[in-house]
């Protein structure tokens, strides 16, 4: 009887590898041969409501312009916490006044899960907010913004006008330390200009190392100036292990594809429960939980 057991287990775990690599075979071929407006469709529906979108042409997920984030504003909370959902990034908030009011603009490059990202945010703080909490810039204060991301070489870039300006990298893992920023933000006037300008400074970026273009201001960030994250070492190190690991196993599982909508489509078919697991993945959640509780006060009252 113990080794009729055995055999019959023995046997089940053949037949689940058999159908396993039969259904991954039908799979892959299903991926290869589907329509690429099919596939950024499928991957959109499910970045939507985090209020991401993949752009097809870097192949990196990126925040949409009227993304549910902006109606949560920002604070300092976000940052410090940031580790705790699998986020080890460098930060550098550029603080300047300008007609009345307090800019903050932030630049943020790093690991975010299972991606390498950067992201740039506008933010005000007015009188009668809570100390350290600002609102998002409305479509009056938006800014042309523009970045590149290198990792040793050029790994991709974003513009726009906007309030909030980001890109990730979906299974490529990195140490904040190894990647560079370069940005620059345009500015309606010389006189907002120029308190950008003293931000900077104010941030110990020396002359030599800002540009100016007309009304553009443009820096490079490869290690955050004054602005420290105190994070626990301990915490960002088992971060970064499982970021590192989580990595690993997603190159591993889509190595039948080179690029990222591929690889998330394959993933969409073979395992569904997974695939909802990798998108959250591969956006930062730091307002996701705070969206959440704001919604559902909303529908009680």
Same mark, same amino acid.
């Given at each position: 009887?113990?080794?009729?057991?055995?055999?019959?287990?023995?046997?089940?775990? *053949?037949?689940?590898?058999?159908?396993?690599?039969?259904?991954?075979?039908?799979? *892959?071929?299903?991926?290869?041969?589907?329509?690429?407006?099919?596939?950024?469709?499928?991957?959109?529906?499910?970045?939507?409501?985090?209020?991401?979108?993949?752009?097809?042409?870097?192949?990196?997920?990126?925040?949409?312009?009227?993304?549910?984030?902006?109606?949560?504003?920002?604070?300092?909370?976000?940052?410090?916490?940031?580790?705790?959902?699998?986020?080890?990034?460098?930060?550098?908030?550029?603080?300047?006044?300008?007609?009345?009011?307090?800019?903050?603009?932030?630049?943020?490059?790093?690991?975010?899960?299972?991606?390498?990202?950067?992201?740039?945010? *506008?933010?005000?703080?007015?009188?009668?907010?809570?100390?350290?909490?600002?609102?998002?810039?409305?479509?009056?204060?938006?800014?042309?913004?523009?970045?590149?991301?290198? @990792?040793?070489?050029?790994?991709?870039?974003?513009?726009?006008?906007?309030?909030?300006?980001?890109?990730?990298?979906?299974?490529?893992?990195?140490?904040?330390?190894?990647?560079?920023?370069?940005?620059?933000?345009?500015?309606?006037?010389?006189?907002?200009?120029?308190?950008?300008?003293?931000?900077?400074?104010?941030?110990?970026?020396?002359?030599?190392?800002?540009?100016?273009?007309?009304?553009?201001?443009?820096?490079?960030?490869?290690?955050?100036?004054?602005?420290?994250?105190?994070?626990?070492?301990? *915490?960002?190190?088992?971060?970064?292990?499982?970021?590192?690991?989580?990595?690993?196993? %997603?190159?591993?599982?889509?190595?039948?594809?080179?690029?990222?909508?591929?690889?998330?489509?394959?993933?969409? %078919?073979?395992?569904?429960?997974?695939?909802?697991?990798?998108? @959250?993945?591969?956006?930062?959640?730091?307002?996701? @939980?705070?969206?959440?509780?704001? @919604?559902?006060?909303?529908?009680?009252?």
């Amino acid at each position: 009887m113990k080794y009729f057991l055995i055999a019959f287990l023995l046997l089940v775990v *053949i037949v689940l590898i058999v159908l396993y690599f039969m259904k991954r075979k039908r799979v *892959i071929y299903k991926v290869k041969h589907m329509d690429e407006l099919e596939k950024l469709s499928i991957v959109d529906k499910a970045l939507y409501p985090f209020g991401f979108a993949f752009d097809r042409k870097q192949d990196i997920v990126v925040s949409k312009h009227d993304s549910w984030q902006r109606d949560m504003g920002y604070s300092d909370f976000y940052d410090l916490k940031a580790p705790l959902l699998n986020m080890v990034m460098d930060a550098e908030p550029i603080y300047f006044h300008y007609d009345g009011k307090d800019y903050r603009i932030e630049f943020w490059k790093g690991q975010y899960g299972i991606t390498t990202g950067a992201e740039v945010g *506008i933010y005000i703080h007015e009188k009668g907010m809570p100390k350290n909490e600002y609102r998002c810039a409305n479509d009056k204060e938006m800014l042309p913004i523009q970045f590149e991301l290198y @990792k040793k070489c050029f790994l991709f870039s974003r513009c726009g006008y906007t309030w909030w300006l980001t890109g990730f990298d979906v299974g490529l893992f990195s140490k904040p330390k190894d990647l560079t920023l370069k940005a620059c933000v345009r500015f309606p006037n010389q006189f907002m200009q120029v308190a950008f300008v003293e931000g900077l400074l104010n941030a110990g970026y020396t002359p030599n190392k800002i540009k100016v273009f007309g009304c553009s201001i443009c820096f490079t960030i490869c290690t955050p100036k004054n602005y420290k994250l105190n994070h626990h070492k301990l *915490i960002k190190c088992i971060a970064q292990f499982f970021n590192y690991i989580n990595c690993k196993l %997603f190159m591993w599982f889509t190595r039948p594809f080179a690029s990222t909508l591929d690889k998330l489509v394959f993933i969409r %078919f073979m395992a569904p429960h997974l695939y909802h697991f990798v998108i @959250k993945l591969t956006i930062p959640r730091r307002k996701q @939980k705070k969206y959440c509780k704001k @919604k559902k006060k909303s529908h009680k009252i």
